[in-house]
């Protein structure tokens, strides 16, 4: 792997990481968490795309938990954990998913309490779906086109003071018809009044996207946003990885290469290095390559397994940035898990792992964040423990029926409600949903 990573991997670590083997680990190894997993929705999940951002909130006012899942065709869903009764509702269809793995729901909830889901129905348009009442996901949702600005991916987040953003990625092409078909940067669109009016970044700011490129000679100007997460303090920390035809020409999403991260504020809609370097409120390739770069990989496609991978995590410790990303084997073994950390200077990346997809991380505490990841075809989910961002080891194995292919934790989540599991489809097709969805609490914390 170092010719993959290019030397990245030598630098000298200030404090080691630890690698432990992934494959083996057994319950409670260093943790002490105890999970019992309850399946809500029986063969019903579709192959989705959806990345480990805004799937479910808890609602502290009426204390129950509201998630979202992709079913049959794409189409969303919603259920309602009541917790004073302990009782799960039967799934609620609130829209269509056109059969596109692409078109998957991801929810916040409004400063109203209205329960809002975006579906970026790809490469054609952003779509919102609002309950009919606040605090419930109960009756039939009101459906509004937002804009057909040929959207996929939309990331959702609500500021403290009840701003709503959601971040999508632009497929320029499908506007105008001749931009090529590898330029696809990342815009968003901001609501000040619970989701009833919008406007573009572009209307905001003047800029033309809010992070991309136009111009790269090895033609990686997709941008791929594996995950994105609103920090206690406001901040959203962003992990990324470009896309592209590299030396075959234009071609959507024929190789992946590099890690980047950034963190952007919502107060003046600037994004920022880990250093503090204030970029403004656009990243173009000279901002990324020289403030935002993690790791350095080739531009190859071993085996045809693009690398890194779509999905990556971000967090944070003590005000210190980590990010999680796997990438595949140049000679066909298993996937190889990094742990890249900004050490105040620069960042240090180390493999931690082999064989793992990590699918989300949730803040344990102030030292500690837990790991989610799975196998590929295999039940179960396997937790982590990564302390002060450089240290992991094994926790303990969450037993599911079927494999699982998506996890996100629920916001500002209350057990047993706590991680969402969307089980694998059999097949990629969206027709054909047989997935289980689950979900995960901590006996301990009830």
Do not use: C
Not at 177 to 184: A, Q, S
Not at 300 to 321: A, E, R
Not at 348 to 360: I, S
Not at 371 to 380: L, Q
Request: net charge neutral; charged share 25%.
């Amino acid at each position: 792997m170092t010719r993959l990573l290019r030397g990245v991997m030598s630098a000298v670590l200030l404090l080691p990481l630890v690698a432990v083997s992934p494959a083996n680990a057994t319950a409670d190894v260093q943790g002490n968490a105890k999970f019992t997993v309850t399946t809500t929705a029986s063969s019903v999940a579709a192959r989705s795309d959806r990345r480990p951002v805004a799937g479910g909130v808890y609602d502290k006012k009426v204390n129950k938990t509201f998630i979202s899942w992709a079913g049959q065709y794409e189409d969303s869903y919603v259920q309602t954990y009541d917790h004073r009764k302990s009782t799960w509702s039967t799934p609620n269809r609130i829209a269509d998913g056109a059969n596109d793995t692409h078109n998957y729901p991801t929810m916040v909830q409004a400063r109203d309490g209205h329960l809002l889901i975006f579906r970026g129905m790809h490469n054609v348009e952003l779509r919102m779906s609002r309950s009919p009442q606040p605090n419930s996901a109960d009756g039939v949702w009101e459906e509004t086109l937002l804009s057909k600005n040929a959207a996929t991916y939309p990331m959702p987040f609500v500021t403290r003071d009840g701003t709503i953003y959601v971040f999508y990625r632009e497929t320029t092409r499908d506007l105008d018809g001749t931009t090529p078909t590898d330029t696809r940067p990342m815009l968003y669109v901001v609501s000040k009044d619970n989701g009833k009016t919008w406007k573009t970044s572009t209307e905001l700011t003047g800029d033309r996207f809010a992070i991309g490129s136009t111009a790269r000679a090895d033609n990686m100007n997709e941008i791929y946003i594996g995950q994105l997460r609103q920090e206690d303090d406001g901040r959203v920390l962003i992990a990324y990885t470009l896309a592209g035809g590299g030396p075959e020409g234009n071609k959507h999403d024929r190789y992946h290469r590099n890690m980047y991260y950034t963190w952007f504020n919502p107060q003046n809609r600037h994004f920022y290095a880990a250093s503090g370097k204030d970029l403004g409120t656009q990243i173009d390739d000279a901002d990324q390559e020289r403030h935002l770069k993690i790791a350095e990989t080739p531009l190859t496609l071993p085996n045809n397994v693009k690398s890194p991978d779509y999905i990556q995590q971000v967090g944070s410790t003590l005000g210190q940035p980590f990010v999680l990303w796997f990438m595949g084997d140049e000679a066909g073994g298993p996937l190889h898990n990094f742990l890249s950390v900004w050490n105040g200077r620069r960042w240090e990346t180390k493999e931690v792992a082999r064989g793992l997809r990590t699918r989300e991380v949730e803040k344990v505490d102030l030292f500690t964040w837990r790991v989610y990841a799975t196998e590929d075809g295999k039940p179960n989910v396997n937790t982590y423990l990564v302390r002060l961002g450089r240290f992991w080891s094994p926790e303990t194995v969450i037993p599911t029926a079927k494999p699982v292919q998506r996890v996100e934790v629920v916001e500002n989540f209350r057990d047993p409600a706590r991680a969402i599991f969307s089980g694998a489809s059999s097949a990629r097709d969206a027709a054909i949903a047989d997935g289980d969805i689950s979900v995960a609490g901590v006996k301990s914390r009830w």
